[in-house]
């Protein structure tokens, strides 16, 4: 079964660090892109990180640049995000997703979700 | 940065046909994906490049786009099919990222 499963969320203070994990299987995980798209309570779907197969190309969203880290290990079939300086507005469940093969035809599977919430 | 615009509810008696509509500029000359998430749930791609359909997507659903336009169209809707929908895009213009519009909630009466 193909399966993405996320964890590694919680609660953390303004200005502290996260890291998140996606972990693979069901498929050959180094032949796809992956990414992180999280969502608000209550509020719609925010792309944050993009990185491809090898990980020679990586994007992000402006709201995440310079404080987020988009990561892969693909000889352990995992995804990660390392998440630094967060701020309230960060608070969301953070979802890996896969592109399908060709990459940017959409994000066929989707992990469950786990959840960052940032509060003092 | 590229903008997608989605309105906020659709309402479909069941049988009906749902269109939700998806604007951006020029938005014809870029690939349109949509989601289907339903409440406490993933999301899940029910549309890709347009109009293509995922397997095990039921052909109830399909999907257009033209000039500043994307449009998913449910057909025979079912109780089932209420849920929040998501129009997506790479943008490559200028710099390259994924935009979300802000979805669409479809209610069936």
């Known amino acids: 079964e193909v399966q993405l499963v996320e964890s590694g969320g919680g609660l953390v203070q303004p200005g502290g660090s996260l890291r998140l994990s996606c972990a693979a299987s069901g498929f050959t995980f180094s032949s796809y892109s992956m990414n992180w798209v999280r969502q608000a309570p209550g509020k719609g779907l925010e792309w944050v990180s993009y990185i491809s197969s090898s990980s020679s190309t990586i994007y992000y969203a402006d709201s995440v640049k310079g404080r987020f880290t988009i990561s892969r290990d693909n000889a352990k079939n995992s995804l990660y995000l390392q998440m630094n300086s967060l701020r309230d507005e960060d608070t969301a469940v953070y979802y890996c997703?896969?592109?399908?093969?060709?990459?940017?035809?959409?994000?066929?599977?989707w992990g469950q979700g786990t959840t960052v919430t940032v509060s003092s | 940065s590229y903008v997608l615009t989605q309105p906020p509810s659709v309402s479909v008696a069941p049988g009906q046909t749902a269109r939700i509509t998806c604007g951006g500029n020029?938005?014809?000359?870029?690939?349109v994906h949509w989601y289907q998430q339903k409440p406490g749930q993933a999301p899940v791609l029910v549309v890709y490049d347009d109009s293509d359909r995922p397997s095990g997507i039921p052909e109830r659903f399909s999907g257009s786009n033209s000039g500043n336009t994307a449009t998913l169209t449910i057909s025979r809707v079912e109780a089932g099919d209420e849920a929040d929908y998501y129009c997506q895009v790479w943008d490559s213009s200028s710099d390259h990222r994924v935009v979300f519009g802000g979805g669409t909630k479809l209610t069936v009466l």
């Open positions: 997703a896969r592109d399908q093969y060709p990459p940017r035809k959409g994000m066929d599977v």
């Open positions: 020029n938005i014809g000359s870029k690939s």
